[in-house]
């Protein structure tokens, strides 16, 4: 892969929170990112097949540090949380009753996390998610790198030996969720995701052939996508039942580097019966498009079909 190269360009083109409980001491490196994803019950549905009932969760998270991001005449104060080895930035919404509950969105930057560490995706974000009843999270890799890389590998590189092979990213993800849901009173409906080039990465070829039945919702794929690294999904993806309301949304531009990649993840997601929406960004290359805006377009598209 040769992400790497543009991570200098996604920054260009991109553009109260959680409780103040004591930080415990970080987890050792195995236990941070070698354990799986707690077990959970499946949730009951409605007529429609989306989850019934929320999450019940209170308390927030630890907050490691606090920052705040400007966007307009508006400013979004967040909480910088650790969880699995993942540094969460997370921006409450405004304007909920106490214990109401929320929606969760959850985006993942691309290889160098300059969204992330530069705060462009949560301001470019964040206002949407804070005034649509959303807690919003911006999720760094646990190498600091690329969330498709081992997280072994520490330095961002292009070489497909060090992929995330394994899916521990993908473990990683879900522990995220389970703790978002244990802090906050969450819907147990679908989850709006995000993902730029790397991050889109990983919830195609990791995260939704593990774990797309217990987390369903809409995905915001930028500038990236592949099909299962295992060859196959690990549950039914042709049962729409397990499906649930779960929508890709592949954006690309139709001379991006990776094209052949994102397609062949089109195609295979396509013929399982997933509904899917396509837009190509007519010239434009590697995410030389605003991907950042684009999720929260995504995000705003989804919430008003449901």
């Known amino acids: ?34 354990s799986p994803a707690p077990a959970t019950a499946e949730p009951p ?22 920052g705040r991001v400007s966007s307009g005449e508006r400013a979004y104060a967040y909480c910088v949380a650790q969880v699995a080895g993942a540094e969460l930035k997370i921006i409450e919404p405004q304007g909920t009753a106490p214990g109401e509950p929320l929606r969760l969105a959850i985006y993942l930057h691309a290889d160098g996390a300059l969204a992330h560490d530069g705060d462009n995706a949560p301001r470019i974000q964040a206002p949407w998610t804070a005034s649509h009843r959303t807690l919003y999270v911006s999720a760094r890799a646990p190498n600091r790198c690329g969330w498709w890389l ?23 993800l879900a522990r ?28 195609t070829s990791t995260f939704l052939p593990r774990y797309g039945d217990r987390y369903p919702g809409a995905f915001a794929l930028g500038c990236g996508g592949e099909m299962p690294w295992t060859g196959r999904l690990e549950w039914d993806g042709t049962n729409p039942e397990l499906r649930g309301p779960t929508k890709l949304f592949f954006t690309y531009g139709d001379r991006d ?16 019966g997933f509904p899917v929406d396509e837009k190509v960004v007519p010239d434009a290359g590697h995410c030389q498009f605003d991907h950042l805006g684009r999720t929260v377009e995504v995000w705003s598209r989804y919430v008003g079909e449901e």
């Open 1 to 34: 892969m040769r992400r790497v190269l543009w991570a200098a360009l996604l920054l260009l083109l991109g553009g109260p929170a959680c409780s103040l409980k004591p930080v415990p001491p970080p987890a050792a490196p195995g236990d941070a990112h070698g």
């Open 45 to 66: 549905r409605d007529e429609s097949g989306r989850s019934a009932g929320s999450s019940h969760g209170a308390g927030g998270l630890p907050c490691q540090r606090r």
């Open 150 to 172: 081992k997280p072994t590998v520490t330095r961002c590189n292009d070489d497909e030996r060090d992929r995330d092979g394994e899916g521990v990213n993908a473990g990683v």
């Open 176 to 203: 995220i969720i389970e703790a978002l849901r244990s802090g906050w009173n969450l819907d147990n409906g679908p989850i709006l995701y995000g993902g730029s080039s790397g991050g889109s990465v990983l919830l």
């Open 257 to 272: 580097d990776y094209l052949a990649d994102i397609r062949s993840s089109i195609v295979y997601y396509s013929r399982l």
